[in-house]
T-cell receptor, first 117, second 114 residues
Framework: AQTVTQSQPEMSVQEAETVTLSCTYD???????LFWYKQPPSRQMILVIR??????QNATENRFSVNFQKAAKSFSLKISDSQLGDAAMYFC??????????????FGTGTRLQVTL | NAGVTQTPKFQVLKTGQSMTLQCAQD?????MYWYRQDPGMGLRLIYY???????DKGEVPNGYNVSRLNKREFSLRLESAAPSQTSVYFC?????????????FGPGTRLLVL
């Protein structure tokens, strides 16, 4: 079974600065998907960014980018120009490509990001 | 287009009571999921339905049952609630095919079992 580890329970960043959230995973599969979800105080789960393991290029969505190191099984999220609205819990998630018609996600335990003035 | 909706938003139960959490999606998605979120443990999959007419156990199915009523609706039932089922429950759905089959989540149901 796959596991996802987020070793930073809490992180803090100043507004306009850059922060990197870490995620590692364990799998024996060669192809899979990785995701970062944001959960603000409203508890709504919001997709931030996704990465297909077969793509060497790191995914980017505006101020959010990932550093995907397949050999190291590492998938970190970089938030540039941090804003107060970025304060939230961030979850890393793994999805096997071999789940047939289902798309079950395995989540990490989350990193709480605080953004200070 | 409401996406994924869940009812109720919040519920208090006494130990032994039963209840059904409702979930509906209007995105014509094939697959639907129920997760629970506990402090320090991330989200864990309870049950899922890959397509209408099918349901399967996830990581933590004990104490729960599900019904895929139709393509839109997927309910989660607690037959005899226990304090260990105090949690926040999320429903999610995903289309078949499509880029990375992204899961879309509902707003969650907070359940307190006394």
């Amino acid at each position: 079974a796959q596991t996802v580890t987020q070793s930073q329970p809490e992180m803090s960043v100043q507004e306009a600065e850059t922060v990197t959230l870490s995620c590692t995973y364990d799998t024996s599969e060669s192809d899979y998907y990785l995701f970062w979800y944001k959960q603000p105080p409203s508890r709504q789960m919001i997709l931030v960014i996704r990465q297909e393991a077969y793509k060497q290029q790191n995914a980017t969505e505006n101020r959010f980018s990932v550093n995907f190191q397949k050999a190291a099984k590492s998938f970190s999220l970089k938030i540039s120009d941090s804003q107060l609205g970025d304060a939230a819990m961030y979850f890393c998630a793994y999805r096997s490509i071999n789940t047939g018609t289902a798309s079950k996600l395995t989540f990490g335990t989350g990193t709480r990001l605080q953004v200070t003035l | 287009n409401a996406g994924v909706t869940q009812t109720p938003k919040f519920q208090v139960l006494k130990t032994g009571q039963s209840m059904t959490l409702q979930c509906a999606q209007d995105m014509n998605h094939n697959s639907m999921y129920w997760y629970r979120q506990d402090p320090g443990m991330g989200l864990r999959l309870i049950y899922y339905s890959a397509s209408e007419g099918t349901t399967d156990k996830g990581e933590v199915p004990n104490g729960y049952n599900v019904s895929r009523l139709n393509k839109r609706e997927f309910s989660l039932r607690l037959e005899s609630a226990a304090p260990s089922q105090t949690s926040v429950y999320f429903c999610a759905s995903t289309a078949q095919g499509g880029l990375a089959r992204t899961q879309y989540f509902g707003p969650g149901t907070r359940l307190l079992v006394l």
